[in-house]
């Protein structure tokens, strides 16, 4: 598995939660890593990216302002998403990328991939 994600689970509309993911095997293969999301019936859409360094980021307009992407280093990176709303509800997935650009969100400019993991924003 090259990917694993961690953090999910139910959270109340308004609150918070922190997803992580860590990639294994040769670190050099994640120089873009990114998040993103599916619910049933609907295509996976691209949430966020950053870049290796972390100076580059790339957000969805649904979660700027809200969600915060951060790489901690070449192997693990952080989702922290805030004021979450019941549309954020979804199965969230780790990706990452041998290339560089963060500006590429199509799943398909993808190499990587983890499980996915739930997210629930519900009262």
């Known amino acids: 598995v090259d990917l694993v994600e961690s953090g999910g689970g139910l959270v109340q509309p308004g609150n918070s939660l922190r997803l992580s993911c860590a990639g294994s095997?040769?670190?050099?293969?994640?120089?873009?890593m990114g998040w993103f999301r599916q619910v049933p019936g609907r295509e996976r859409e691209f949430v966020a990216a950053?870049?290796?360094?972390?100076?580059?980021t790339n957000y969805a307009d649904s979660v700027k302002g809200r969600f915060n992407i951060s790489r901690e280093n070449a192997n693990v990176m952080h989702l922290q998403m805030n004021n979450l709303k019941p549309e954020d509800t979804a199965v969230y997935f780790c990706?990452?990328?041998?290339?560089?650009?963060?500006?590429?969100?199509?799943?398909?400019?993808?190499?990587?991939w983890g499980q996915g993991i739930q997210v629930t924003v519900s009262s």
């Open positions: 095997g040769r670190p050099f293969r994640f120089n873009v």
């Open positions: 950053i870049s290796r360094t972390g100076d580059s």
């Open positions: 990706a990452a990328r041998k290339g560089f650009s963060v500006a590429a969100v199509g799943s398909t400019y993808f190499d990587y």
